[in-house]
């Protein structure tokens, strides 16, 4: 049984105003416990709108969302577990922080849960780790922290409640490269300990590449190509057309190809278009 | 959804209503007002309603998008009538209980001050919803450029008033945005009693606040790297010019103002 399913969502903005606008147009989509899905997309192609279906915060005009097998809407207890089990992070995260300490504003999910006060601080405490916030940090004001803190702090509040399904939406965005790594470790931490699926909203190809298992890619709120990274980017012509680029790995390995250089298909991460030019290049690289 | 309101939102267009400058627009609607408070009959009614819907009909908004933005207003027009049926001195007496008397006169007064507040605010969102909020308020500094002489403060009114108007939607937008984050935390702004829910509120207010900081912060900051310094020597890329179109408009509304004040001021 999937994690967290869509099931032929469609959904409109604004219905019934002169301000009318359809944002998804039937999307299906099934995400199995400990799955890696990347979605990405151009700016409006409704991937955004999408993650918000999946933990009921928008209510879609058409098809249903299940939950570990259970319609979201067929409940408010339903819908209320659901937003426990599938975490949502949004875009610039840190800009919701209000509580006095880190430490209560990473308690506010679990005190919403009903969870007991030792359970709540050992969670807190955990979150905390994971998102790499000292002992000292969790009792400062979160005004007080940086940036890169700030957004860590936030995503704890939401890796607190130990969702089964971990949504982030442009989670690196703004951060510089080593943040930005140090971010997504931390992601997959979250995700090999507790066994959880990690969604994630993404502009940058690499990301994409290097983490997922399964690509979603979002085109005028439908879904238009979807499979495992190296499937996807089989697809270059198509990705180009939707504003999308490959990733630059990609975009080397098949300029090099296409002057000669007798490389493999499917490289497109800089780790292995490397190992691959290494293998080629073999002794004379070496010595 | 919060971002569905649709109070003071403009639409954009090219019809002659959204052509006219703002300015008369601005008079127009005073000079509805004035009007629909002359009027007594209803006859009076019917003629504004009349002039209501051929401005309406003009600007091409949709009729079903004036009603609903009504609906914000509708305790106000509600609580009006209700004083107004209980509280009308007369000698017509329908009902009477308690210290109630339910009179015709107040029955009347009721229908007449319900359908005078509708048409009111139904008619100041006709102005809001075809002049962008920048016109409007370029509108009312020029109005209101004569009061410099008494060092009244036009531009800087008018700047405070349009930068106001502009963040609203950036406003609701942010609130709604910070809202959806705390339900996504298991946040219930919808249940509870009164107390829970406004405690609910504050973890919605911190972070819009410090928002709303931040944005006037970084507001200031592009306005100076602009160059702005206040009103003073600055020129405008639209100048506002009063068109033949304008005078019309104009003469217009004084004909409907005439107009009630000849044939339906008659007191009831």
Known sequence: MPAVQAENISYVYSAGTPFERPALRGVSFACEKGEYVGIIGHTGSGKSTFVQQLNGLLTPSEGRVLVGGVDIRSSKAALREARFRVGLVFQFPEYQLFEETVYRDISFGPRNMGLPADEIDERVREAAVFAGLSEAELGKSPFELSGGQKRRAAIAGVIAM??????????????????????LANIDGYRDRQGAAVIIVTHSMEEAARRADRLVVFMDGLVALEGTPSEVFRHAAALREMGLALPAAAQIAGKLKARGVPLPDGLYTSAALRDALVGLLGGSYAS | MLRDITLGQYFPGNTIVHRLDPRTKLALTVCYMVALFAARTWSGYAFMLAVLISAVAASRINGKTLLKSLKPILFIIIFTVVLNVFFTAGDDVLAHFWIFKITKQGLVGAAQMMLRLTMLIAGTFLLTYTTSPLALTDGIESILKPLAKIHFPAHV?????????????????????IMSAQKARGADFESGGLVKRAKALLPILVPLFVSAFRRADELAEAMESRCYRGGEGRTRMKTLVMRPRDWVALAAGAAVISAVYALFRRLP
């Not at chain 1, 130990?162 to 971010?183: H, K």
């Open chain 1, 162 to 183: 130990r969702p089964e399904v971990l949504i982030l939406d442009e989670p690196t965005a703004g951060l510089d490269p080593a943040g930005r790594d140090s971010l």
């Open chain 2, 157 to 177: 009114l008018a700047m405070m008033m349009s930068i106001a108007l502009r963040f609203i939607p950036t406003l609701i937008e942010e609130t709604d945005k």
